[in-house]
Every structure is written in C-alpha cells, then in structure tokens.
C-alpha cells in the first residue's frame, strides 16, 4: 500500500510550499515511520522532531489535514482523504519545515508562575492522594497540540493556553503547593481569556481535558 | 562543501557545563542552584530540555527504602548479588542511602506525587531480584511525572541557561591534561560553538541504540562514552549491556523494541513460546517469570534462537488472565500502546522479544562522580560501577536522580575555588575540521544504511548470548564500518540537518560498538548480563574490565578489582553455587 | 481508570471545527445584531418626523423572509451566547462534550423558532 503525503517545507520566513513524495505503508505504520521513510530513503533535507517514538516524550507534534497529532501515535490509515497532508504546529516559530521552537509555549507557561513551589523541604510526605480526574490531568506531556489548536492562543500573544492552565488547575487543588499565580489566572492571560471553543480538549493526546480545567479555575473564582 | 560551516562563531563560558538534559542532568542543574552563591550553569542538550531522553521513558518505578520493615542494607544486597558483584560498593551506598531523601525531595520541593495506598502511605510495588517491595511511582508513566516537573523546575529558574538542539562533539583539554570544556554545534544556526567551564558534566544517558531492537529515545547514540573516550578518560564494563525481556515485537514500524515494563512480570504476566509452554521452568524454576531480567532476556533469546518463537521471531506474553478491567487500570499506557502495535494487553497475548535496553557499563567514577580526567565528571547511564553486571528494574532512574543530585552539591562548592580554564581554540578548529572532513554535501555513504548494518550486525554477533569467533568477525565488520563511515552524504547544511544529527550519532554508535565487541571478547566468562556460550560459568573473582585510549589511538585493557568494601560473595548463601 | 478501547492512534479528531465556527457566527452575528439595532433607532427617530418613512419601514420588518432571518439572528445568538455562558462557568457541571450537541439542539430550535416566524406571518 502506498500513500501521497505532502509535507510543507520551509524556513522561518517562508511561503507556503508542500513537497509531494509517495510513502509505502502498513497496517501498522505511523506518520512518524512515514517522515522517517522520507528522510532516510527519498529526502534527507527533510526536518522534524521526534524522540521516544511511543507518545511519552510530546516532541513530535505536527498538523496532519489540518488537525493537531503526535506524529508517532497516529496510524497512516486513519488518516482521511487522498492525501496526508503535514504542516508544523501552529503560534511557533518555524526553524525548519516541520521542526518548531517550543521557547513561547513553555514561556507563556512560565509567566503564569505554572510551576511548583515548595513550602518546605520536609522528610514527611503527604499522607493522601488527589481526587480524580485531578490526578489524571497532572499527566500532560507538554505536547503544544492544544496551544496549536486553540484559536485564541493565536489572536492573544499574552494568552497563556490550555496546557499551562491545565497546569494551573492541578497546582491550585495540590495542598502542597505555596505559589501564588491568581493575579496571573483572574486576567486576559488566564482563564478569563479563553472563549471556551473546546478544541483543546479535541486534540489532547492523553485525554486530557483542559477546556473544564478552564472552566474550573472560573468557577473557582467565582464561587 | 556548500553552506556547512568551519567557523567557531561563538565562544560561551560556564561554571558547570551539563551535556545532556534528562534526569541526571537537570538534577544535577537545580541542586547546583539551590543555594547563594550560585555559579553559572549551562546545560547543552542535544534534543528538547526534560522531553528527549529515558527518564521520561520510564515505566516501572524508582527503588528506595522508605518502609521501616526494608532497610539499606537489604536494598545494597538485592543491587550487589544483582550486579553479580561487579559493582562499586562504595557508589552502591550512596545509592541506597541518599534514593529516600530524593524521593522526598522529588516530592516536597518539586511537587511530584507518587501513588499513594488506600491508607494514603506511598505505594511501593513488587520488581524483579528485590526481597522488598520497594519501587515507587506514578501509575505506569513515573517518568513522565518526574521529568515534567523537573523541566517546570529548570525553566522556572532564570539563573539556569540552556541550549536545545546543540549537541556536543568533542571534550576540550583544559589545562594540565584535564578537560576544560566543551566543541558543541548548535543545530538551531548550523554554528560551531566552544564553551569554556570549569566543570564539565557527562549526563547523556549512555543508550545502546545500536541493536536491531532497542528500547531507549531514537535520539541516543551513547554520545558522552564517546566523547569521553576520545578525551581519553577510563571507561568500564562496556560488555554489560542489559536486554529487556519484553520489547514490542512490531515489524516495520519505529515502534519495533518499545519496552514493555517489568512490573508486567511483577503483576503475574507469564511468557510462553510457540508451543503455549511457560518455558521459565527450564531456565528458573523457583522465580519463573519473576527472575532477573538477563535471565528472562536469554530464555527468551534462547526460546527463539532454538525455533520455539514465533513466526515475526518473538515470544508471548500474556497478562489477560488477571481479567480485562484489571489491567486497563493497572496498565493503561501499556495497554494502549499494544493496541496502537495491533495487539490487546488488557485480552490475549502480546509478541515480544529481547531489546537492548540499559548500559551497565561507562565511563568509570568515583563517590565524587569525578572521571580519571580533571574537570571532568559524570552521572547517570553514562557512568559505570552502580549496577555492575547486570541492573535492577527501578534502579536506573534511581541513580541518575540521586548521583545527578549528588553531583550538583559537589560542583556547587566545588567550582567556587576554581578559576576557568584555558583551552586551546587551535584545537577546537582541528576537531572542527576533522568532524566535518568526510561529511559531505556532495557524495559519501549513506547514514541510514550504515545505522541499519550496524545495528543488524551488532544483534546477532554482540547481543544476548556471545561466542568468541562471532565477537572476532564483530571487531572486524565493525572496522569496515568505521572505515565506511569516514565518508558520508549529509546535504548542503548544518542548519537542523537530521542526516548531520544522524551521521554524527552514528560514528559515536560506531566508535562504542567496537570497544563494546573488544570488551566483550576480553571477558571470557559469563556473569549478569554478559552471557559467553563458549564460557558459561562465571570466574571465582570478579573483575572489572577497564579500558582506555591510550596516545598511539588504540585502547589498552586492564582488569582492575572492584571495590567490596562492604559485602563479600561468600557472605552471600547460594552464591557459589551460581554458574 | 477506564479509557476508551480504540487508542488515540487509531482514533481520528472529528469536529474540530464546530467549536470554531461557532464562536466566529457568535462574533458576527453580534456585529449585525449592533448594527442592525443602531439602523432600527435612526429609522425610527425618522419616522416620528415622517410618518411616511414608518410605512415603509415596518414593511420591511414584517416581510416573512426577513422575519426568519432576523429570528435565526437573534437566536442564534441569543442561546448560543446562553451556551456559552452555561459553559464557562460550568453551570449544571456541563463539560466539553455534550458541547456538540448543545449546538446542535440550538438549531433545531432556531429552526423551530423560524418555521413559527414564517407560518406566523
């Protein structure tokens, strides 16, 4: 079996320009097995990311027709259409054709204060679990799929987006934590800016669901 | 040569140089940060901070002793008669004596949260060759858990600076034979850059790639034992590489050797050949499917070298029988990727076979994580001595958190005295031209097929079970590869370029399989994962086998004993009795 | 924890763009709602001057094509602008997705709203 795949290649500063190559495929191949195929047999200028190959590492995120995929965790034969089209995240800078510089989704998560801080270094640990689906939410892998699908990342450069919200909920609810980011939450660059279009929670490779995160950290401030 | 680049465009200096940026390395960062006055760290990584790697990989756990009914000494037993005593006694206590402060620290100052039980006491769950249960962890992705926090950690510190997709290729001296920092060629510009530190740490994670089935991050290509070989540091035990029993047998895809962990073993899963026979009982007959993974890894490896494998070359395991809904809640990323190779953990059987997986052997330290060369240290999978001969599930992420910790508050106090070294910048300009030279826009071989030979040739004659004429033939194609490999076809620029990533991984690859088959001819008996069908017992003394680059290019062996500081053999009931 | 039995990498995201679209209609309708209503005041202001101009404007109004569309307008973004108000805050505890067919019953009530507008007339 054989699939057309286009792949938009480029650099930063670049128009809009897809190669067109014919990728043999199984059962059981990924698009990843496809950009490899690609680079190692057809084209080795082609230039993307990927690392652990089974979904845990969220490096080799991409648009696959238009939608938000890991690379390594998305069978060639469910892709609907004629053609498999690859384009790079979106709200990234391009370095080369599929390969983006992660730098802004992690800052915006860092001017959001999304990270741990510690109350005490203690040699006693916290004699509980979390409730569900808390826990499971605290399983992001950082992937940028959802800060690529959501519009409002796009129109609002402050915006935070989902995942660093996400992130937001599980350290609110999390006793142990003693950072203080509700200035950052109840503003535009927080909560308040999402228009609550969900497609977040479309494109999360985990299942997560950052959308009720979002609407959580609204409720909680409200109520 | 097109647009590939000779100049050094930038020169950057540090305090603490870190290459690599997994667990080790990003411990390694924050601790040497933790407190006034803060040197300069400066982490170069070879792929994304905290994503790329095999901390983040991991399934299974990370063992400490945390219940007063285990204790060190029983945890320092289980990892030295698991090492087959190959092991640095001295850097095995400090493994099992600082893994419980890590794990609160993980938890208390980077916000991790293991499971908890139903009395809300962290839960530690049962792993191969342990007397206690001991692993803690997160679900079936700990990894993940650790490493996102770890990488919120780093870049919620603005003191710490790093650079992603800059990969170093060579160690530069420093002065009085020691190492003063680092050649390193930053993928994002195409540009060569030198930094000059005080400290350079070695945290790339080992990662024998080099096999037809392999477990770690496809980015791996054992880049620090490389470079610390050139440098001419001493390496050890480079034999030892563990085969994981159960990598995904999935043909034709990358997905092909992806690790199923061994908490599956631990839950009760047993492994059967073609005929539907639980062929452990001819290899263990006490732990069966529980017993240490080389011994699992070669039964296996035996099974289906032996004709009672599969069609695709792999064995079964089968876990269904715990019932549908038990093993999609206790395994739910395992499930779904079984599902994703056309498999279905959580009903039936699932194909595996042997993958190389870890890298007991390394670059040799001592309690200090410092290398045999000045301004040189290193932690994690690329350093040698803490599992010996063969490592314990849970003590991989284990030792790369508590020695990457450990060498952080060394170097913090460390590099305050030190001045920065010189280097000498004639040589970076050498080393520059003599990567490139051969690296081609033009014509030379092809990377891919190169990988490919090498990781084909490498299975069947350097990989679970080994033989002196196959070992022989090894060192010789090798050569050949090398040889090959001095030319090869990368494209017109340095500029992101995977071919150029993968050309300079694959020489590194190249450079460590040859003292790999060296190492592994040398040891002529069989001990933890290193198994010589024509020397199938293990000698009465252990020996580390230690190796080094001398002046005239070659390396030079010698055996050296290991330190049993703490626990001899015989102390051991049974232990002469293992062949 | 149950998960769904096809994994993510079988499984391909529909829908991606009802959210989208959604949230762009409520944006224009909101646009023509504003000016549609400023029209309707100057229009009126008018006619309390020239009765005449009245005539011709409720004419207008009350013509049953105009009806409809002014009804799937306002509707539209009436219920619509409820959705996302029931939504953000989580009222009812509502999430992600019964979204899809919160919007889907939407318009079937503006279609119902509509056919009444027309058999109205």
Known sequence: MERKVLIWRGGPDSGTSFAEYRVPFTSRSTVLDALLYVQRQLDPTLAFRYACRKGMCGTCGIRVNGVERLACSTHLSIVPGKEVRLEPLRHLPVIKDLAVDFTPFFQRWVRLNGAFVSSDAGDHLYGSSLPEPLVRWRECISCALCYSACDTVGRATSFAGPAALNRTLTLAIDPRDKGNRWHRVDRIEGALGCHAMGVCTLVCPKGLDPATAIQRLRWRRLA | MGEIGLEIIEELTADILILGGGGAALMCALHATDQVPTPRVLLVVKGLLGKSGCTRMVQGGMNAVLNSEDSLEAHFRDTVVGGAFLNDQELVWLLVTHAPRIVFELENRYGILFDRDEYGRIHQKPFAGQSFNRTVHKGDLTGIEVMERLREAVWARSSLV?????????????????????????????????????????????????????????????????????????????????????????????????????????????????????????????????????????????????????????????????????????????????????????????????????????????????????????????????????????????????????????????????????????????????????????????????????????????????????????????????????????????????????????????????????????????????????????????????????????????????????????????????? | MKGPSLPYALRWVRGMDIARWAHRLQRWSGLFLTAFAMWHTVQLYRSARDP??????????????????????????????????????????????PRLVLVVGMLVLLLAFGVMAWRGV
């Open chain 3, 52 to 97: 005449g101009s009245l005539a011709t404007h409720l004419a207008l109004l009350y013509n049953p094509w105009f009806m409809v569309a002014i009804t799937l307008v306002v509707g539209f973004h009436g219920l619509n602008g409820l959705r996302q108000l029931v939504y953000e805050v989580g009222i009812l505890g509502i999430t992600s997705q």
């Open chain 2, 162 to 579: 790093f650079l992603e997709d800059a990969q170093a290729v060579a160690l530069l001296p420093g002065e009085e034979g020691g190492v003063g920092g680092a050649l390193v060629l930053d993928h994002r510009s195409g540009h060569f850059l030198v930094v000059r530190a005080k400290a350079t740490v070695l945290a790339t994670g080992g990662g024998p790639t080099f096999y037809r089935f392999s477990t770690p991050s496809r980015e791996k290509s054992l880049d620090g034992i490389a470079l610390a070989y050139r440098a001419g540091a001493e390496l050890m035990d480079l034999e030892m590489i563990q085969f994981h029993p159960t990598g995904l047998v999935c043909p034709g895809s990358e997905l092909n050797g992806a690790v199923l962990e061994e908490g599956l073993r631990g839950a009760g899963a047993v492994l059967l050949n073609a005929r539907g026979e639980r062929f452990m009982v001819r290899y263990d007959p006490t732990r069966m499917e529980r017993s240490t993974r080389d011994i699992v890894a070669r039964a296996a490896y035996m099974e289906i070298m032996e004709g009672r494998g599969t069609p695709q070359g792999g064995v079964y395991i089968d876990i269904s029988h715990l019932g549908r809904e038990r093993v999609e809640a206790m395994f739910p990323g395992m499930v779904e990727r079984t599902r994703m190779a056309g498999y279905d953990l959580a009903t039936g059987p699932v194909e595996v076979c042997p993958t190389a997986h870890f890298i007991m052997g390394g670059i040799r330290i001592d309690e200090m994580c410092r290398t045999s060369l000045p301004g040189l240290y290193a932690a994690g999978e690329d350093a040698a001595g803490v599992h010996g001969a063969n490592r314990l599930g849970g003590n991989g992420i284990a030792e790369s958190l508590v020695f990457g910790a450990l060498a952080g508050e060394l170097l913090r106090e460390e590099v305050a005295e030190k001045a920065l070294p010189r280097v000498d910048i004639l040589y970076a300009r050498d080393a520059v031209r003599e990567l490139m030279d051969g690296l081609s826009a033009e014509q030379g071989e092809s990377t891919a097929g190169l990988w490919a030979e090498l990781k084909d040739l490498m299975w069947t004659h350097v990989g679970v079970v080994r033989e002196e004429a196959f070992l022989r033939e090894a060192i010789r194609r090798l050569e050949g590869l090398r040889e090959r490999a001095r030319k090869l076809w990368v494209g017109p620029t340095n500029r992101f370029n995977l071919t150029l990533m993968q050309a300079l991984s694959l020489r590194n690859a190249l450079e460590v399989a040859w003292l790999v088959a060296h190492s592994a001819l040398y040891r002529n008996e069989s001990r933890g994962a290193h198994f010589r069908r024509d020397h199938p017992s293990s000698w009465e003394v252990p020996k580390n086998l230690v190796l080094r680059r001398s002046l005239s290019g070659e390396p030079s062996f010698e055996w050296r004993s290991p330190r049993m500081t703490r626990l001899q053999p015989e102390e051991v009931k049974g232990w002469s009795e293992r062949s």
